[in-house]
């Protein structure tokens, strides 16, 4: 039996924009929108009929700026092609090779919160803690007009002229 949940599917795509403004947020309040294309890529999409939800994004990087231990190790080639796009001498790209490979990648560039806490990574997850209960709250009252649709039908097989509201 194929579940009918019209008020749910319509409640996800506005739950779906809701979470990427609160993604788009994060990365801003953690100083990570330096070109937005990060930002600007996040877009809710909602799989069909299945009542699943994804947020996407066409930027391969995402889980590098989520949490710095998915960066990928330096390669010289992709180094080169970065100090070609800045203007600055292709001879610049085996130093910077070779400090990233001494020092790795380094600790992430932070900045100053409330109380003294850092907080420079899991942009998503923090996102999700923070927006859970408002996404329960949206969803509430659609997930329960469904359940009171699916009840109302069952009774209408068992008894067709049962005044059901």
Do not use: C
Not at 150 to 160: L, T, Y
């Amino acid at each position: 039996m194929r579940l009918n949940l019209k008020h749910t599917y319509k409640k996800l795509s506005k739950v779906g924009f809701m979470i990427v403004d609160g993604l788009r947020q994060e990365l801003k309040d953690q100083k990570h929108n330096a070109t937005k294309k990060l930002s600007n890529s996040l877009k809710p999409k909602v799989e069909g009929k299945s009542g699943i939800m994804n947020i996407i994004t066409s930027k391969l990087y995402w889980k590098a700026v989520n949490n710095p231990a998915f960066a990928k190790p330096s390669n010289l080639n992709e180094i080169k092609k970065w100090v070609s796009s800045k203007g600055l001498p292709i001879s610049a790209a085996g130093s910077i090779l070779n400090k990233l490979l001494k020092k790795g990648y380094g600790k992430p560039y932070v900045y100053w919160t409330e109380g003294n806490n850092l907080r420079r990574t899991d942009f998503a997850g923090y996102t999700a803690r923070k927006l859970k209960g408002k996404v329960a709250e949206q969803l509430a009252p659609a997930i329960g007009k469904d359940v009171a649709d699916m009840i109302r039908k069952e009774f209408r097989k068992i008894k067709p002229t049962a005044q059901i509201s």
